[in-house]
């Protein structure tokens, strides 16, 4: 007989079998996806005909408090999480609804395209219902310092671990700006991700998933999330239209005041944007670095193209401006040319 400690799936399956009453030899447990962190996701098929998703979120690497926290506020104020059937903080197990294979991003064709178009309007309006129901006063606050901390991952794993550069002069008063922006905003709850891959197509609904990160925070953040995401760069007048949509609609519904005009909660969401992209260069960095997670360098020139779109259309600044497009997007491609 071995000696050898059993495999997380291995401890995972005897959990599922025990919940519902079932030998381990009698489930049909399939690897469904992984992610960024160290969680990974189990379709279970029972002999029923039943599928759950079962998450396997290692601990101490990964704290499935506050998933667990947040699933059932946002159920009980009516919002389309996936319930959960199973809990052990413990050892890090959860059962949860399976809400299938189609991530949103799979719905997508062309920028252009008019099925890719409804479906940014349907999740646009799935934000305004999170912002309405969902208040933000148990999340952490989305503060300077969180702020300050996510810029700071630019210079240090995108420059600094992999290309080998300084920071450039104007990064102070940009870092600077991009947070007071931020912190000027109303507060609210903030998905922190949202993302096409992060919102379920179900029965042509949206659910959202991977909301343990949520906190209190802008206005703008989970709206830019979308719009300069991972899977489509849309033109500024369509980014603007959107835009000021929401901003109607959140002025309708009292989340943010009528003395904030269209052109100021356009520059509140274009610097929103700015930060979120500098964020994402330098997690994609530490992601390929410190983590040895891979395809994420691919994804490098498309967040600089968001980050140039919406540096574009700040007032000041132009010393960065100028740099991105001189020295940065040059270093950017040639070391992309140089990695294996």
Known sequence: MSDAAPSRLDLLNQ???????????????????????????YRLQLPNGTTRMLMDATPPQEDSRP???????????????????????????????????????????????????????QAMALIHELQNRAGPDELPPYDADLLGRELDLFPEWCLGEWLDMETPPGWPALREALIASALAQPVVTVHRDYDAMNLMVQDDALHLIDFQDAVAGP?????????RGRYCRFDADRFAIWVEAFRQRARNDGRLSSRVDAETFLAQAQAMAAQRSLKVLGIFCRLTLRDAKSGYLAR?????????????????HNGIKGWLVETL???????????P
């Open 67 to 121: 998933f667990v926290a947040i699933a059932r506020r946002w159920a009980a104020a009516g919002l389309s999480v996936p319930a959960l059937h199973g809990v052990d903080l413990s050892r890090g197990f959860l059962e949860l609804d399976d809400l299938g294979d189609t991530p949103l991003q799979h719905c997508f064709s062309s920028e252009t395209d008019a099925a890719t178009l409804t479906w940014h309007e």
């Open 219 to 227: 206005l703008s953040y989970d709206l830019v999330s979308l719009l």
């Open 300 to 316: 490098l020139p498309h967040f600089l193209a968001h980050l140039e779109d919406s540096l574009a259309e700040l007032e000041g």
């Open 329 to 339: 997007r040059p270093a950017l491609m040639t070391r992309l040319g140089d990695s």
């Open 15 to 41: 959990w599922a079998a025990e919940r519902h009453g079932l030998s381990a030899q009698a489930l049909d447990l399939r690897l469904a996806a992984g992610d960024a962190s160290f969680r990974r996701y």
